[in-house]
């Protein structure tokens, strides 16, 4: 079993710590006006505004064992079986991921599933997968996901050429 830690980006930790600020800041105001509403509910912005942020910045780390790589950040959790990966690539793409920077690679399993991650060595990472020489163009690992060439037409087996009209 071999754990590898996210990178984290400067601007990502800026951003934690900016937001941190701004809920402690909040939660100081509902409790210096005082009453159990506003205890209440300084309690919950601490919580889900200052221990969720930390929480994902803590725990945000993947780990591959001999069959399955499980990534875990936060209350979030993922097992992908090692064998269902189809192709591995860099991408540098801001949509929500279990990756706390934009040092990313894209992992496409099973039938177009996909999930990225940020492992801080990137290499090792690749190598302890046994995936390293499976980075490949983004645009060769979806259409190779969805089972569609290049021209992004489905792929024909020998069943439907034979009873496609010629």
């Known amino acids: 079993m071999h754990v590898f830690k996210s990178k984290v980006d400067n601007w990502v930790l800026v951003c934690l710590l900016l937001s941190i600020s701004a809920c402690v800041m909040g939660a100081s105001v509902a409790l210096m006006v005082g009453g159990t509403v506003n205890y209440v509910f300084a309690a919950i912005i601490l919580i889900l505004g200052v221990g969720f942020p930390a929480w994902l910045y803590a725990s945000t780390r993947y780990i591959v064992m001999d069959d399955d790589l499980k990534i875990i950040s ?93």
Do not use: M
């Open 74 to 166: 936060g209350p979030f959790s993922w097992t992908i079986p090692i064998q269902s990966i189809v192709s591995v690539q860099e991408t540098h793409s801001a949509s929500a991921s279990p990756a706390l920077s934009f040092d990313r690679l894209e992992i496409i399993y099973e039938e177009n599933k996909a999930i990225i991650v940020s492992p801080l060595d990137k290499a090792k990472f690749l190598q302890k997968l046994g995936k390293d020489k499976l980075i490949v163009s983004r645009k060769n690992a979806r259409t190779k996901a969805e089972g569609k060439d290049s021209k992004g037409n489905p792929k024909k087996n020998k069943a439907n050429r034979k009873s496609s009209p010629a």
